[in-house]
């Protein structure tokens, strides 16, 4: 079945920015969500359909894609942004989802 | 207010059949889709099947297809996941969501999640 690869963990500095990436063969033709989840609580969608925010979510937080990578971008980490995050797509007919198996970002 | 309530902790035996549920309130259950997302301790989301309560159309993950049974009741705004012999590994968090195919395409709302553990 299909898959979709994310790098397990990311560090970066409070402050710096963080690029997590999800690649997957079907993504140039299926849009990409990002879920953010922290321990003990259910994930929030903080990109869908490759770059858009939902409302509430804050500007630091921004997609962009490549081919058959996509990436979540987060600007300016904020110590309250440590949390595992989760890229979704689609297989290539649109069957079914998948999530990614998620990378844990941590802020050192 | 959208939100999902999900149904309380269970704990089951091998063997037993299980069905959670997930009621929905603020919207209108029938135009939405429903997703259920398993979490084992320790480990990623995984993305189950989806359910259009508008039409009970349901679509599985090829690797929950024939494991569990997803299905809603429209009158009462109630989503729901089913298993008829329960085993060990089908133990963690079960979390539903609301799936805006029409809009977002994410997963915009969500339950605070079903635990269940299964053990002898």
């Known amino acids: 079945s299909y898959e979709l690869t994310q790098p397990p963990s990311v560090s970066v500095s409070p402050g710096q920015t963080a690029r997590i990436t999800c690649s997957g063969d079907?993504?140039?033709?299926?849009?990409v969500y990002w879920y953010q989840q922290k321990p003990g609580q259910a994930p929030v969608l903080v990109i869908y359909?490759?770059?858009e925010r939902p409302s509430g979510i804050p500007e630091r937080f921004s997609g962009s894609t490549s081919g058959t990578t996509v990436t979540l971008t987060i600007s300016g980490v904020q110590a309250e942004d440590e949390a595992d995050y989760y890229c979704?797509?689609?297989?290539?007919?649109?069957?079914?989802?998948?999530f990614g198996g998620g990378t844990k970002l941590t802020a050192l | 207010e959208v939100q999902l309530v999900q149904s309380g902790a269970e704990v089951k035996k091998p063997g037993e059949s299980l069905k959670i549920s997930c009621k929905a309130s603020?919207?209108?259950?029938?135009?939405?889709?429903i997703g259920w997302v398993r979490q084992m301790p320790g480990k990623g989301l995984e993305w189950m099947g989806i359910?259009?309560?508008?039409?009970?159309?349901?679509r599985y993950s090829p690797s929950f297809q024939g494991q569990v049974t997803i299905s809603a009741d429209k009158s009462i705004s109630t989503a729901y996941l089913q298993w008829s012999s329960l085993r060990a590994p089908d133990s963690g968090m079960y979390y539903c969501?609301?799936?805006?195919?029409?809009?977002?395409?994410?997963?915009?709302?969500w339950g605070k999640g079903t635990a269940v553990t299964v053990s002898s």
């Open positions: 359910i259009y309560p508008g039409d009970s159309d349901v």
């Open positions: 079907a993504l140039p033709k299926q849009y």
């Open positions: 979704q797509s689609a297989d290539s007919s649109a069957t079914y989802r998948v």
């Open positions: 359909k490759d770059s």
């Open positions: 969501a609301r799936q805006d195919l029409g809009g977002s395409g994410g997963m915009d709302v």
């Open positions: 603020g919207y209108s259950f029938t135009n939405y889709w």
